[in-house]
DNA sequence: CGGGATCCTCTGGGATACTG
DNA sequence: CAGTATCCCAGAGGATCCCG
């Protein structure tokens, strides 16, 4: 990760602060910045869902993309997968706390765009 | 844009209505996702700045990326560029209401990060 | 000084087929 | 059902050179 910031001694503390620590953000945005990761945790947000469910709620997505973003999700700590000795098998996805509150921050967005005249 | 949401009639209202224009969540995205946007953004939240200036500030990015990021920014609306028919050229760019509020989006997810152990 | 023009690379995303 | 394995492509990002 190469994109560091150069502090500015003229800047507010404050600023300083949100430069020097803009790693932060970059790595924040780098967990949701998947096409199909918004999308997968608003359906996560109502409860653990099968990953065939997932996939027939997107339809626009492949097979492939679904597994592939949840594999990045619950490697970055955001979604559990849980899977269910079974036949035929069955596997359950649902958010992590920290999921959740990734969820909370993009709420967050969503009330944001409600307010600008974003291209629909 | 084909990753539109499928609604589903058992979820209630609110995350329906989420779901139903998770476009402006990807649109509002969009606006960000570029690799030096952010920090663009924090920088010129002190005020304005000039070209080179944020060139320095940005010392891993490339003039031609720099300028490409800003172009988008300006096209987004979000930043304003002012030239200066001097000689030399002097161009400074600054964040226009709707790229104020956009920082603080971005704002919003630094203190998110910051609550968080994310990887420095 | 503040770019644009070109070319190249690399990776996120997708299509398709196969499997425990 | 819930994936993996391959192959492929567009586009974001970067290097380099040139210009008013």
Redesign the interface.
């Known amino acids: 990760m ?5 502090p ?1 001694s003229q ?2 503390a404050q ?1 300083e602060k ?2 020097n ?9 780098d967990l ?2 998947g ?2 990761k ?2 997968l945790m ?2 996560l ?2 409860g653990s869902r099968r990953f065939g469910e997932l996939h ?6 492949t097979q492939h993309m679904v597994a592939t973003q949840l594999r990045e999700l619950e490697h970055d700590g955001l979604v559990e997968r849980r899977v269910y000795a079974e036949v035929p098998p069955r596997v359950e996805y649902s958010l992590t706390p ?1 999921g959740e ?2 969820r909370g ?6 009330h ?3 307010q ?1 005249n ?3």
Do not use: D, M
């Open positions: 190469e994109n560091q910031c150069i500015e800047l507010l600023q949100l430069q620590n803009c790693p932060g953000i970059t790595a924040t945005l949701i910045k096409k199909w918004p999308l608003f359906y947000s109502s027939r709620l997107l339809p626009n997505a920290r509150s990734v921050l993009l709420e967050h967005i969503y944001w765009s409600e600008q974003l291209p629909a």
